[in-house]
């Protein structure tokens, strides 16, 4: 009995168990008492504040503005990020060999770093850059655009390239999904007279919605963890329109201001933990429905 009880296959999970409970577990039970202190990097002594960081960041408004940038930033990312993979995917979707070679390039942002990805977009669309080096050639005139430089759409600018950097991925799920989809079904929606667009719209995208949901929400939860792509070209600006609340932690850990630091993580990790469950919750129902 005992040898069997040591070839249990749950054995194996024992060291990543571990792992995660080391660096994931343990740290965030810390962070929920320190986030309860004062403690920061201009004294030694840490003393128990209660509810008084999180009263603070709600006083100043700072953190509010934070939350909201974080979701719009999300919603953004998650839009254009499907949009993009199905469009890929749909324009992919014949296994040719330009087909395969075009899926791999497109991939490949997916794997890189994420904030090389954001260094190299800083630099393409800095006024002098080869965006509008490149619009110039096309027009015929001098073009200087700051597109990372006006408080209304740039976190728009940076939304597109988070969602470019990950559109590899949206379009992995959408093809797996699309060669789900039984062939005969779309055979008799074909012989039924049905145009490639309605069938798309009322067979081949109701079908996918397992698929919508993994990506969906993958992308929404995976942006609002959002840090390198928009510190590598906005690092919050300007005006801290783009200051997501990784940004806002960051910066904020960096003041020595460690307990507040802690604090605003907290809101992140509650904020993602309570849009979680209703987003998939209503994407679980719709594939119900449909």
């Keep these: 009995m005992a040898a069997r009880a040591h070839t249990h296959p749950g054995w194996f999970l024992a060291p990543a168990f571990a792992v995660l409970g080391v660096f994931f577990f343990l740290p965030t039970l810390f962070n929920f008492g320190y986030a309860l202190t004062d403690w920061s990097g201009f004294k030694s002594r840490i003393d128990f504040v209660g509810l008084r960081n999180f ?173 390198d792509i928009v510190q590598a070209t906005t690092g919050g600006g300007p005006a801290r329109t783009t200051e997501l609340l990784n940004i806002f932690v960051f910066r904020t850990f960096g003041q020595g201001l460690f307990a507040q630091a802690t604090a605003m993580s907290l809101v992140l990790f509650l904020l993602v933990a309570l849009l979680a469950f209703p987003v998939v919750r209503m994407l679980r129902r719709r594939e119900d429905v449909l």
């Design 55 to 227: 009263a603070d960041l709600l006083g100043d408004g700072s953190l509010l503005a934070s939350v909201r940038t974080t979701l719009v930033y999300a919603v953004l990312v998650a839009f254009f990020q499907n949009l993009f993979g199905l469009a890929l995917a749909l324009l992919l979707e014949r296994d040719t060999r330009v087909n395969r070679f075009a899926r791999v390039m497109f991939f490949i942002p997916v794997v890189m770093s994420a904030l090389a990805t954001g260094y190299v977009w800083q630099a393409v669309l800095r006024p002098d850059g080869a965006l509008n080096g490149v619009l110039g050639s096309v027009l015929g005139q001098e073009i200087s655009i700051p597109w990372l430089g006006s408080t209304t759409w740039t976190i728009l600018v940076v939304a597109l390239v988070h969602a470019w950097k990950w559109m590899g991925l949206s379009m992995l799920i959408y093809l797996a999904g699309l060669k789900s989809i039984n062939e005969e079904v779309l055979e008799a929606g074909r012989l039924d007279g049905a145009s490639a667009w309605r069938l798309f719209r009322t067979v081949r995208f109701p079908l996918l919605a397992p698929a919508v949901t993994f990506s969906v929400t993958t992308a929404l939860l995976g942006s609002m963890n959002g840090f």
